[in-house]
């Protein structure tokens, strides 16, 4: 990204932090400062005004390194965490800001962060914290051109991933083994990192996060593949369920109402689409085969800097700290299918990412979707 | 571990729960509900009362697999989020808990967590929370035979990561593609999964988070590479720093000094010891050599089911939830070495993972520490 598009999408943000009340936003979510500087990391912090002024606070070890990332140049490092403390109080008095109301990423800030952000030696008295979950939301949630591109390159990554741990499963194998597969696979081909890789298999499919275990593969499991590499800062989405040997008549067949549920909702998917609509898209096909009960989670989410992001179905939404979605905007970028169908026995999952475009669906995740391998 | 086992650990509870003002925790940290119950994941939560009582609520598609894993018997499924809600309230009602004080988990909560399990709907009006987290680390701080067994198991998978990724080290690789040959290794012997596994090199050896990148590695850098592997629920710390190449005078002597200081600092580590000496040890060496301005962060911290967990050095304990150490006990185990010594141009940084014994160390990692490869 060029510093134009930095300024853009400061511009934006001040707009936005005048409309909803803001003075500044003090953030220290990586994918937040990531969108606004150039840079996120840990252990450190951004402070944006709503006159587009922007400051960083870091370690003091990684000054250089984020002075290459970051485009603005007030980049402060801290010793510790009392030094963090000191230096946001510093930023408040350089940016003559001593009254009026700062964003806080609620959705992301522990209490004992809380505690050093609004600590009386960091914030002056009269300024008073409000969350800012949505309004980064309302910044991140449509993607540029440059973003699109990025994004579409981690789905490929998360392609090949896919084709390796599926290429890979043989009986025998344990769960980690499979992650070990895709996770290699995507470094080599640019995944700087994960967010999670779900790898479950047999009764444990049937479970809402399926981190990898060391439980060993047999014959006749279905195995969940789920993962989201990070490349260039952009993540993908996509998950895969098939079976290992010949599935049986029950495994086929809550397999194909599920892909046909998420098959038939992707298809809705365009500009102007709404998300609770979609929810209902999907959710009416299983109840309609009398499988209601057997579903679990979100179906629909955002994808970009994260792998799971704004916007929410309006249900889930609330409790995020979202606001509901408007109808959506071309180029928003969704993952569609992230519920999964849980008969009790065990559980089918097939998720795509997908582009919101004016006319229809563009799906960026193409890998084979099949039970049978 | 054995029902038994928890027992014990729950009759610690109820005293620590009594002694320090608590009527029950409500626990939603994976860490700790693990510790306490045998099972610990996202999206849940479970209730122990002052009197022992566990509850546990977990999603509805896990209530099976939670049964197979967690030694206690009260667990609801819930549908989403308001389900959640409404599990926590019929709980307290179920316990008879409708005043006093309930722990949370400040250092864990986001500022929206917080407000789920507080809702009006969840928590009795008359129930006032309190932070709970140093409860946890009174109770997690001193390991049992069979924890420091399970720790032991995953130093080795750590060793056997580390050879591996120092082994393959090549100029042209990325740092993303030496972190998959750890993980890959380390999947293989038995890790489930990681928290994070840092490989940064060159001048990000500098950074004080050295997530992998794909920057290529260059003859003549230095590698950090840093694994905390999870096996059968515990964790290990190592980090190496490795050169690609001969090291040349300025990156050598940096690393000497560097490594005499962590290794001073082990032999101190004993039954007794106070963990504010142990970091002026470390401290002194570095200060002493004219490089008290290069060090970073906590030299020391607790390794348990958590890479990084108390104790903590008193300087950092405080913004982190948690009261000063006592003089530490037998069992104890420390990851000596986190900190790092950063002289701009790069940094190097040797961790290992050691059991307080009685009479002095027990060195678990023991990957050779050797700058030149």
């Known amino acids: 990204m060029d510093y134009k598009t930095y300024r853009e999408r400061l511009k934006k943000c ?3 932090l005048e409309k909803e009340g803001f003075d500044a936003l003090l953030l220290v979510k990586p994918a937040n400062m990531f969108y606004l500087t150039g840079d996120g990391r840990l252990c450190s912090f951004a402070m944006i005004t709503q006159d587009g002024e922007v400051a960083l606070g870091v370690p003091k070890t990684d000054v250089e390194d984020v002075k290459e990332l970051a485009v603005f140049d007030h980049i402060v490092g801290f010793e510790n965490e009392v030094g963090m403390i000191h230096s946001i109080a510093h930023y408040f008095k350089n940016f003559g800001i001593n009254k009026g109301t700062v964003g806080l990423e609620y959705t992301f800030l522990t209490q004992s962060m809380m505690g050093m952000l609004t600590h009386p030696h960091a914030k002056p008295k009269e300024i008073s914290v409000k969350d800012c979950t949505n309004v980064m939301s309302q910044l991140r949630m449509v993607k540029d051109n440059e973003e699109i591109k990025l994004i579409k390159g981690a789905a490929a990554v998360g392609d090949a991933g896919m084709k390796a ?46 981190l990898p275990s060391n439980r060993k593969i047999q014959t006749g499991d279905l195995v969940m593949i789920d993962t989201h590499p990070i490349v260039n800062g952009y993540s993908a989405d996509i998950c895969r369920t098939v079976c290992v040997g010949k599935p049986n008549e029950e495994q086929q067949k809550a397999y194909d109402i599920y892909l046909e549920a998420q098959q038939e909702t992707i298809k809705k998917v365009r500009s102007g689409a709404d998300i609770g609509n979609l929810e209902k898209v999907l959710h009416t096909i299983l109840q309609d085969a009398g499988r209601g009960e057997q579903i679990f989670g979100p179906p629909i989410h ?55 475009g004016k006319d229809g669906p563009e799906i960026l995740t193409t890998y084979k979707r099949k039970l049978e391998i």
Do not use: Q
Request: with cysteine; proline share 8%.
């Open 165 to 210: 741990a599926v290429e890979s499963l043989k009986p025998g194998m344990t769960e980690s083994n499979v992650a070990a597969e895709a996770e290699y696979a995507m470094r080599e081909l640019g995944a700087e990192e994960f967010w999670r890789s779900y790898v479950c298999s047999g009764p444990r499919t049937n479970i809402a996060h399926g």
């Open 302 to 356: 955002g994808v970009g800097i994260e792998f799971e992001e704004a916007p929410l179905p309006p249900g889930h939404a609330f409790f995020h700290g979202e606001k509901e979605a408007p109808p959506l905007p071309a180029n928003v970028v969704l993952a569609v299918g992230n519920c999964g169908l849980y008969t009790g026995k065990f559980g089918v999952r097939v998720e795509d990412t997908v582009v919101v």
């Open 14 to 16: 001040s707009s936005l």
